[in-house]
């Protein structure tokens, strides 16, 4: 069963959110211990290591492989940053009130994060895309999200009541937990750069671990306040359903483009995964910076939790058909 899981794209990461999550609800009161240090003291330090160890390794040498493509850069940054959000405010119009509601605060969030990193890289990989162009766009989104998104969400929190705090106490934040970190890392990647890709397994789980106890901590709060007592099931299923299209319509829209764009097989694998894939671990790490003031951080999280799973299924499914098919070809 595990064995079959992980073909599909969930791995223990994706089975302990789920857990994190169920834990948060029968057992909500640990995540409010304040003595002697609170879950959300220790969620912040490990956000600042997140960054750090990210900018650590962050090589020049491998950006500068990827960069000679302009035109597959532009089209997975644009899609990323531009196309998501204006395809949520779009769909928004329909729905009264949405601008008021923390679900759809959720749902922009997500919409407006940067692409993944490791993911993206391991299914272009797989499925015999362009690897270069890969961690160029991979690495140059998590850089650009960490301007961007905030910028993104203080255009759209103006309509949401307490929902941040003043942009001067956000700036701090943001510089002292991610682009201060991230900049040092950088910064030191000529010196442990090596010892951080030797050290990969190790940092891989401490960022996954960070990001368990973010949504733990996160859910827990919501469910102590009662959040999403006036949310039923099928509400989940409207955001599951509405997650699956918005991943699909990106999807095909990427394809569509690549196509008109002349692009290689090679090149369309990497637009289409690299600008359909959305970050969790940016949305979990950036959630305590951008939105410190509201209660039900749980539910602006699940979004983005709910379209993380389901892009690690789909885009696994296709990296292995399309890796078999090359199989096919090369014999």
């Known amino acids: 069963?595990?064995?079959?899981?992980?073909?599909?794209?969930?791995?223990?990461f994706v089975l302990a959110l789920i857990?994190?999550?169920f834990i948060a609800w029968l057992f909500p009161q640990l995540g409010t211990i304040r003595t002697p240090f609170s879950l959300a003291t220790i969620t912040d330090v490990g956000i600042g290591g997140i960054f750090f160890f990210y900018g650590l390794r962050l090589s020049a040498a491998k950006m500068k492989e990827g960069t000679s493509n302009w035109k597959l850069h532009s089209l997975i940054q644009i899609t990323t940053f531009i196309v998501f959000p204006i395809l949520i405010l779009a769909v928004m119009q329909f729905f009264p009130n949405s601008k008021t509601d923390l679900l759809w605060l959720g749902i922009f969030y997500a919409a407006a994060l940067p692409s993944t990193v490791s993911s993206s890289v391991v299914m272009v990989s797989i499925a015999k895309g362009n690897i270069p162009a890969a961690i160029f766009n991979a690495s140059?989104?998590?850089?650009?999200?960490?301007?961007?998104?905030?910028?993104?969400?203080?255009?759209?929190?103006?309509n949401v009541e307490h929902a941040t705090s003043s942009f001067q106490d956000i700036f701090i934040k943001l510089f002292l937990q991610v682009i201060l970190p991230i900049t040092t890392g950088i910064l030191l990647n000529r010196y442990w750069g090596n010892f951080a890709e030797r050290r990969q397994k190790f940092l891989r789980f401490f960022e996954r671990t960070i990001i368990i106890l973010i949504v733990y901590n996160a859910f827990a709060n919501s469910f102590v306040e009662g959040i999403f007592s006036n949310y039923g099931i099928s509400t989940i299923f409207y955001v599951i359903t509405g997650m699956f299209l918005l991943f699909l319509i990106a999807y095909f829209l990427m394809k569509a483009s690549c196509k008109m764009m002349r692009f290689s097989v090679e090149d369309t694998i990497t637009a289409t995964f690299c600008g359909s894939k959305k970050s969790l671990i940016h949305g979990s790490a950036m959630?305590?910076?951008l939105f410190p003031n509201i209660q039900a951080q749980g539910l602006v999280l699940m979004p983005i939790m709910v379209y993380h799973i389901l892009q690690l299924i789909v885009v696994s499914l296709i990296a292995t058909t399309l890796s078999r098919r090359n199989i096919k070809k090369a014999a």
């Open 1 to 12: 069963m595990l064995s079959f899981l992980k073909k599909i794209g969930i791995d223990g």
């Open 19 to 21: 857990a994190a999550v």
């Open 140 to 158: 140059l989104s998590s850089l650009l999200g960490v301007f961007i998104t905030p910028l993104w969400m203080r255009l759209f929190v103006s």
């Open 287 to 289: 959630l305590r910076v």
